[in-house]
């Protein structure tokens, strides 16, 4: 009896080594086939409009690299760092200024660069709306202005910096100042009358005509910036070294991939791009990190502090 119950215990072992086997290369194989895209809430107004913006790219990506990306949207720009540094996020849309913030921290490095018509470059603007006397940057001395995240590059660091460089002070001699998170937030904001200039991206104004959103083809540009590279997409750089090298190259050859189609290929806004560039230098942000530069954190706490007043 003792040998019987020996013999079946011995079984019942193997079987659990065998499930706990199985298990764990389930548990191993989604790891290591799933991986977790975060993006910037740059666009859309909503979670799911902004995840929709790339949800068609990565769904190419992963039809060619055998692997599931699971797209989510962050609160901030700030949560985005904070989760390529933390290890939660393996790869994240993000603006110029979020890629030189984690990459700073050693958390990131560029996977690839969206390209339209050759050029790898998108454009922050100030906009009006069309029956208002802002006409020039001059005009918005004293005015109300809406910008987006304090982390952003074309809702808030290029802006700024415009203004600075046409003699305003943002904190002295703007009227009030709103903070608000997102570009389509400013743009709704600037619709409604409720501030007299908004700041964003020509990609997120542009999205908004093409979605027919009520009072964006009411509206007046007052300045547009120079060329800024456009917005990345980066990978943490914990990943292993082949896992790069593969995404590299699924993203190098993605308009070339079978089974693609052209409008799978989108970018910023969920515009359509010719394809992506992986050997985009990382010292083409040089000039957007001279303008963070600029921006002291001083200043951004004087300017936190007014916008905080209403």
Same mark, same amino acid.
């Given at each position: 009896?003792?040998?019987?119950?020996?013999?079946?215990?011995?079984?019942?072992?193997?079987?659990?080594?065998?499930?706990?086997?199985?298990?764990?290369?389930?548990?191993?194989?989604?790891?290591?086939?799933?991986?977790?895209?975060?993006?910037?809430?740059?666009?859309?107004?909503?979670?799911?409009?902004?995840?929709?913006d790339y949800q068609p790219l990565f769904d190419a990506v992963g039809n060619t690299t055998d692997r599931y990306f699971d797209l989510k949207v962050a609160q901030s720009y700030g949560a985005v760092v904070e989760a390529m540094c933390n290890g939660t996020a393996d790869i994240a849309f993000v603006g110029p200024v979020t890629y030189l913030q984690a990459k700073e921290r050693g958390c990131a490095e560029l996977l690839a660069v969206a390209v339209e018509d050759g050029q790898s470059i998108y454009y922050a603007g100030l906009f009006?709306?069309?029956? =208002? &006397?802002?006409?020039?940057?001059?005009?918005? %001395? !004293?005015?109300?202005? *809406?910008?987006? @995240?304090?982390?952003? +590059?074309?809702?808030?660091?290029?802006?700024?910096?415009?203004?600075?460089?046409?003699?305003?002070?943002?904190?002295?001699?703007?009227?009030?100042?709103?903070?608000?998170?997102?570009?389509?937030?400013?743009?709704?904001?600037?619709?409604?009358?409720?501030?007299?200039?908004?700041?964003?991206?020509?990609?997120?104004?542009?999205?908004?005509?093409?979605?027919?959103?009520?009072?964006?083809?009411?509206?007046?540009?007052?300045?547009?910036?120079?060329?800024?590279?456009?917005?990345?997409?980066?990978?943490?750089?914990?990943?292993?070294?082949?896992?790069?090298?593969?995404?590299?190259?699924?993203?190098?050859?993605?308009?070339? =991939? &079978?089974?693609?189609?052209?409008?799978?290929? %989108? !970018?910023?806004?969920? *515009?359509?791009? @010719?394809?992506?560039? +992986?050997?985009?230098?990382?010292?083409?942000?040089?000039?957007?990190?001279?303008?963070?530069?600029?921006?002291?954190?001083?200043?951004?706490?004087?300017?936190?502090?007014?916008?905080?007043?209403?």
């Amino acid at each position: 009896m003792i040998t019987v119950w020996m013999a079946m215990a011995r079984m019942l072992a193997i079987a659990a080594l065998a499930a706990l086997a199985a298990c764990s290369g389930n548990q191993e194989n989604v790891s290591t086939r799933q991986l977790d895209v975060l993006l910037i809430p740059a666009d859309g107004g909503t979670e799911s409009g902004t995840r929709a913006d790339y949800q068609p790219l990565f769904d190419a990506v992963g039809n060619t690299t055998d692997r599931y990306f699971d797209l989510k949207v962050a609160q901030s720009y700030g949560a985005v760092v904070e989760a390529m540094c933390n290890g939660t996020a393996d790869i994240a849309f993000v603006g110029p200024v979020t890629y030189l913030q984690a990459k700073e921290r050693g958390c990131a490095e560029l996977l690839a660069v969206a390209v339209e018509d050759g050029q790898s470059i998108y454009y922050a603007g100030l906009f009006a709306r069309r029956d =208002s &006397p802002i006409q020039t940057l001059a005009d918005v %001395r !004293g005015k109300s202005v *809406a910008f987006g @995240d304090v982390n952003s +590059t074309s809702s808030f660091i290029i802006p700024i910096t415009m203004l600075m460089e046409a003699g305003i002070d943002p904190v002295k001699d703007l009227g009030a100042l709103r903070l608000t998170g997102t570009h389509a937030n400013s743009l709704a904001a600037l619709i409604e009358g409720r501030v007299d200039v908004a700041t964003l991206s020509f990609d997120s104004y542009e999205k908004a005509v093409r979605s027919g959103i009520p009072g964006a083809r009411d509206l007046r540009v007052v300045a547009r910036s120079e060329a800024i590279p456009y917005p990345p997409l980066i990978m943490n750089s914990r990943l292993p070294d082949d896992l790069k090298q593969e995404l590299r190259q699924a993203f190098k050859n993605i308009e070339n =991939s &079978p089974d693609i189609q052209p409008e799978m290929i %989108r !970018g910023y806004g969920g *515009a359509q791009v @010719d394809g992506y560039d +992986t050997q985009f230098s990382s010292e083409l942000f040089d000039s957007v990190a001279r303008k963070m530069a600029r921006l002291s954190d001083e200043l951004k706490g004087e300017i936190l502090k007014k916008s905080s007043k209403r």
